[in-house]
Nanobody, 129 residues
């Protein structure tokens, strides 16, 4: 099974940028649905962004549209989340995850965490002045 390792989190001031990476090892890394989720203290896990190879769908939660970009490098088996103009509300632990059933990302309410089979350990993003 694929193992995922996130990196790139940290402390940043409002308006700043971070690039999260999620490197996969073992298994295959093609024809998947790949998601970025986040969980803030006291809140439920939220789907932030998602790419699906099943239908080519790409999803961003409304609160990050225009600020976050999800991209991938299949040769390096790595996906990235470029986060610009960060806000305090973006503070959370960020996780990448793989869905081997290749669910579409375009479902009401965004990607469903329970559909995802493999998860990384998460990386903390703190946006504060």
């Amino acid at each position: 099974q694929v193992r995922l390792l996130e990196s790139g989190g940290g402390l940043v001031q409002p308006g700043g940028s971070l690039r999260l990476s999620c490197a996969a090892s073992g298994g295959t890394f093609g024809l998947l649905t790949i998601g970025w989720f986040r969980q803030a203290p006291g809140k439920e896990r939220e789907g932030v962004s998602c790419i699906s190879d099943s239908d080519g769908s790409i999803y961003y939660v409304d609160s990050v549209k225009g600020r976050f970009t999800f991209f991938r490098d299949n040769n390096k088996k790595t996906v990235y989340l470029q986060m610009n103009n960060l806000k305090p509300d973006d503070t959370a632990v960020y996780y990448c995850a793989l869905d081997y059933s290749r669910s579409s990302c375009l479902v009401p309410g965004g990607p469903i965490a329970s559909n995802f089979d493999s998860w990384g350990q998460g990386t903390q993003v703190t946006v504060s002045s």
